[in-house]
């Protein structure tokens, strides 16, 4: 097969070409993330998304000629010339010209939410294509180096390096000498049980090789030591055994007859751990071994559906793309691909007692917890949009743990724990005390989004299965939630703020959520009595937030203003609670109020929220407006100085990051296609959940 990367950069529009801010390379979850963070390839080492160095290195001879083309090391070697970059929702391709050669390198991971076998297999695809561009003949090979450090937390680790065969696959893989599972929590780790896996097909042209310094040897040679390394365990510091292949593409001939022009290559590289999260003390497998699927069985799997994987991947990435544009404009679809397979990297998707799917978030580069609440009420666009099923997926462990004795607060939890290990909150005052809780916030994140599922997927039993806990929520904000006291809100990173009138359209629009899962459940009393709340409190607001041609960050607070990005909802899930003046006049007011490269929080700091600021763009009610207020974000997006997974938090005058990277939050800039029902509808078809049936709205 021949992967037609040179298609892939040219059916992009000329704005997914630019910079990212780093490029994603290897995208599964919180401990399988490998970037780069700068414009070539070739400019630095590859890291996890955390910043700590994960280098694989990449060489290519050319005519007995070395040149670099993936890492900064060894700089002896002369980088190749980068004609091109391109990210794709399910792609990153490079394109590279040396010595005649033009190159093509992929990294493919299929992150097709549709499918959650394949969404959950932890393999990314590498391919190489290379063609001769002087109409000479050319003997080609190329060497993928991959330090063992990948395994590990830190290299004063030990592991162990080895390697097996499977049906169709030769393979190298290394892990920790201690493999304790699910041995620690935190945020600023990488995982250290389990193993890496370097996998080549069983064909003459690939050779594996565990042996240090591999890239001086093929460099100089074109070859590696025929033995392995047997010194086991060994440290994984810089003279670590790597894991290397060679790739012998052969002469790369133009004019001859017995051989297709140009040549392709392709390696698996995966991690596989057993068990990936504990939840109440239990430990739960990825989903893809859910029926203890052995590691051998699933590569070959992979390798077996490579080519049908790589149709699928260039079609969704095709097709979405043109829709992303078609909806939101071209600024705004390259910074949904830049956020798509960042959003779905920090989750990872296990399977409970029964088989059935549970998504786990990790609140990355902020406390590390797991499923927390305001983390996914933000990323939920992304999910809503392609498959429901993961939203449930999302909400479920947090229903079921709120409905324990052990949760004895009448307002949902922030967290579930902290990443890997899900086994009761541990933000603010726990499961102790009522300090720093969010109970306005989570409440009424929980409520909306159990509704929306509840919409998209035909039928409320999710909520059903937990209508005792969901009305003690709704209860408490509807005694609380209109005029909020001094609470923390998902932007706790500002402060508590009293009286705030964001969070208080989140509790109203939450009390018609819960009217209509009453309506659904055909308790029409209860849904009577919380739709008429809902529409007084929201009658009541708009007096209370009123100041001149916009609307107050306070209730009690003059002279300010605040971005009202939760009013997405009364929208999106038509409570139509609010007038159309409330968003128009708003919207006009932050035209007044943008910056270089966005549109600030609130009038406190210049620092805004990449997610709220696109959920505030989608208010608006022509794409002049919508452009308006994205067309900074992109812009900020090509020439940020701060080289990291896509920050959520930046200031709008410099660019640079405040805080938070590679979040799952970044999910949420789904939401203006979430906003178009027509094309939901048609990218919720594509999922293997049940059929999608539209429900009627409680008035």
């Known amino acids: 097969m021949i992967l037609a990367a040179s298609s892939l950069l040219t059916v992009l529009p000329a704005s997914a070409q630019q910079r990212p801010p780093a490029t994603p390379l290897i995208t599964h979850d919180p401990y399988f993330s490998v970037w780069s963070t700068t414009d070539n390839l070739t400019d630095s080492d590859t890291t996890h998304w955390t910043g700590t160095p994960q280098p694989i290195t990449g060489i290519v001879r050319i005519d007995g000629k070395p040149f670099r083309f993936l890492g900064h090391n060894p700089d002896t070697i002369p980088a190749m010339q980068q004609t091109a970059h391109s990210v794709t929702p399910t792609h990153t391709i490079y394109e590279f010209r040396q010595n005649g050669i033009t190159l093509h390198f992929v990294f493919f991971t299929p992150a097709i939410?549709?499918?959650?076998?394949?969404?959950?297999?932890?393999?990314?695809?590498?391919?190489?294509?290379?063609?001769?561009?002087?109409?000479?003949?050319?003997?080609?090979?190329?060497?993928?180096?991959?330090?063992?450090?990948?395994?590990?937390?830190?290299?004063?680790?030990?592991?162990?390096?080895?390697?097996?065969?499977?049906?169709?696959?030769?393979?190298?893989?290394?892990?920790?000498?201690?493999?304790?599972?699910?041995n620690r929590s935190g945020d600023d780790l990488r995982i250290d049980w389990g193993y890496f896996h370097l996998a080549v097909p069983k064909d003459p042209h690939y050779a594996t090789f565990l042996a240090p310094h591999a890239a001086k040897a093929f460099a100089?040679?074109?070859?590696?030591?025929?033995?392995?390394?047997?010194?086991?365990?060994?440290?994984?510091?810089?003279?670590?055994?790597?894991?290397?292949?060679?790739?012998?593409?052969?002469?790369?001939?133009?004019?001859?007859?017995?051989?297709?022009?140009?040549?392709?290559?392709?390696?698996?590289?995966?991690?596989?751990?057993?068990?990936?999260?504990?939840?109440?003390?239990?430990?739960?497998?990825?989903?893809?071994?859910?029926?203890?699927?052995?590691?051998?069985?699933?590569?070959?799997?992979?390798?077996?559906?490579?080519?049908?994987?790589?149709?699928?991947?260039?079609?969704?990435?095709?097709?979405?793309?043109?829709?992303?544009?078609?909806?939101?404009?071209?600024?705004?679809?390259?910074?949904?691909?830049?956020?798509?397979?960042?959003?779905?990297?920090?989750?990872?998707?296990?399977?409970?007692?029964?088989?059935?799917?549970m998504l786990f978030a990790k609140e990355n580069f902020s406390n590390g917890c797991i499923a927390t609440v305001d983390v996914l009420y933000p990323s939920?666009?992304?999910?809503?949009?392609?498959?429901?099923?993961?939203l449930e997926a999302q909400l479920l462990p947090v229903l079921e743990y709120s409905s324990l004795a052990r949760w004895k607060f009448p307002?949902?939890?922030?967290?579930?724990?902290?990443?890997?290990?899900?086994?009761?909150?541990?933000?603010?005052?726990?499961?102790?005390?009522?300090?720093?809780?969010?109970?306005?916030?989570?409440?009424?994140?929980?409520?909306i989004l159990v509704d929306a599922v509840a919409r998209a997927e035909g039928t409320p039993q999710l909520a059903q299965r937990y209508w005792p806990t969901l009305t003690k929520w709704a209860e408490y904000l509807n005694l609380h939630g209109l005029d909020p006291e001094f609470q923390l809100t998902t932007d706790d990173f500002a402060g508590h703020v009293a009286h705030n009138a964001n969070l208080s359209i989140k509790a109203i629009d939450a009390l018609a959520a819960y009217a209509d899962l009453a309506h659904l459940l055909k308790q029409e009393t209860v849904a009577k009595q919380y739709q008429a709340s809902a529409?007084?409190?929201?009658?009541?607001?708009?007096?209370?937030?009123?100041?001149?041609?916009?609307?107050?960050?306070?209730?009690?607070?003059?002279?300010?203003?605040?971005?009202?990005?939760?009013?997405?909802?009364?929208?999106?899930?038509?409570?139509?609670?609010?007038?159309?003046?409330?968003?128009?006049?708003?919207?006009?007011?932050?035209?007044?109020?943008?910056n270089l490269y966005g549109l600030p929080l609130d009038s406190r700091a210049d620092y805004t929220k990449l997610d709220w600021s696109i959920w505030t763009a989608t208010l608006a009610s022509n794409p002049v407006q919508f452009n308006a207020i994205v067309d900074p974000i992109y812009r900020w997006t090509n020439e940020t100085p701060t080289r990291v997974p896509l920050t959520d938090w930046y200031d709008t005058k410099t660019g640079k990051q405040v805080g938070f990277q590679a979040r799952s939050v970044v999910g949420g800039v789904f939401i203006k296609a979430l906003s178009d029902k027509q094309l939901t509808a048609k990218w919720r078809a594509k999922s293997t959940a049940p059929e999608i049936i539209q429900l009627p709205v409680v008035r």
Do not use: C
Not at 323 to 332: F, N, T
């Open 220 to 357: 100089a040679t074109g070859q590696l030591p025929t033995t392995d390394t047997m010194d086991m365990p060994e440290r994984a510091d810089h003279s670590a055994s790597a894991l290397s292949t060679i790739i012998d593409f052969g002469t790369i001939n133009p004019h001859a007859v017995t051989r297709t022009e140009p040549v392709t290559r392709h390696i698996l590289l995966s991690y596989t751990d057993d068990y990936a999260i504990q939840y109440l003390q239990r430990n739960l497998r990825p989903y893809w071994q859910r029926n203890n699927m052995p590691v051998d069985q699933m590569l070959d799997q992979a390798e077996q559906q490579y080519a049908t994987l790589e149709a699928r991947g260039e079609a969704l990435d095709k097709e979405l793309t043109a829709d992303l544009i078609k909806v939101g404009g071209e600024h705004y679809a390259y910074i949904a691909i830049l956020s798509y397979r960042q959003a779905i990297a920090a989750h990872k998707l296990v399977a409970d007692a029964n088989g059935d799917p």
């Open 380 to 390: 939920a666009p992304i999910f809503l949009f392609f498959n429901p099923k993961l």
């Open 535 to 594: 529409k007084e409190k929201a009658a009541k607001w708009i007096t209370m937030a009123k100041e001149g041609d916009h609307y107050k960050i306070a209730f009690n607070s003059p002279n300010t203003w605040s971005q009202k990005y939760n009013l997405v909802w009364d929208k999106i899930l038509d409570y139509n609670l609010f007038p159309n003046s409330v968003r128009d006049s708003e919207v006009a007011f932050y035209l007044t109020r943008l």
């Open 113 to 182: 939410l549709s499918d959650l076998d394949v969404l959950s297999r932890p393999v990314t695809y590498l391919t190489w294509t290379a063609e001769s561009a002087d109409a000479a003949p050319h003997q080609v090979s190329v060497l993928l180096d991959v330090d063992p450090v990948i395994a590990v937390n830190d290299r004063s680790q030990q592991i162990n390096s080895f390697r097996n065969q499977t049906a169709t696959l030769n393979v190298l893989s290394t892990g920790s000498q201690d493999q304790k599972l699910l």
């Open 411 to 447: 307002f949902s939890p922030h967290d579930l724990g902290q990443y890997p290990l899900a086994n009761g909150q541990v933000y603010g005052g726990g499961e102790k005390t009522e300090e720093d809780q969010m109970p306005v916030e989570e409440s009424g994140n929980m409520i």
